[in-house]
């Protein structure tokens, strides 16, 4: 499959504007020279095409995978969405996601949609502290199921506290991959190849060398 759907992610992005460049101060710290706010990807349309390239990436990284998990808040509508285009490309999978407190009436628990069990694939829209993609974890195992991957939609590639990516750390902590739909390479192919952004490119090359993943 071509990776062609990168590049045209952050085509969309750019129109939603939800990526945008210039000088914006990242919760770290950091004077970062662009931004990437996916709840902005925040009409029907845009929540359809957002679906579809998370589903396009997943298939194209073939993961393991028996069901997906959208953690609440922001993971609800996205894992709506991707199952629906997954659907639409025939494959067709059970997902569920979570209250944020435990129901006592009805049916209660934490959890709403199919039982979870088998590998479960967590679908987020960044990783920055790792903190949400701890709380999925630990839910589906204290489900009785496995956590089998986590699917993004940007790595920022940058470095945390140490050496690693928060990404990284995420993979190194338990264990399985994080799957992206564009990282910043892509970024920076994007910019290389499109003369009408190429005037970004200095400033996104220098926040690379300065904090990026080694």
Partial sequence: MSDDF????????IARKVLCFGEFKTKAGRMSPYFFNAGLFNDGDALRKLGQFYAKAIVAAALPFDMLFGPAY????????IVIALAEMEYN?????NRKEAKDHGEGGVLVGAPMNGRVLIVDDVISAGTSVRESVELIKNSGA???????ALDRMERGMGELSAVQEVQQMHGFSVTAIINLDDLVEFLQ????FVQYLPAVERYRAQYGIK
């Avoid at 990168?6 to 992005?13: H, K, L, M, N, S």
């Avoid at 922001?74 to 969405?81: C, F, N, R, T």
């Avoid at 190849?193 to 009408?196: A, S, V």
């Fill in 6 to 13: 990168r590049q045209a992610f952050i085509q969309f992005a």
């Fill in 74 to 81: 922001k993971g609800i509508p996205l894992v709506s969405a």
């Fill in 93 to 97: 999978y059970p997902f569920c996601f």
């Fill in 146 to 152: 496995i956590p089998s991957g986590v699917v993004i």
């Fill in 193 to 196: 190849n499109h003369r009408e």
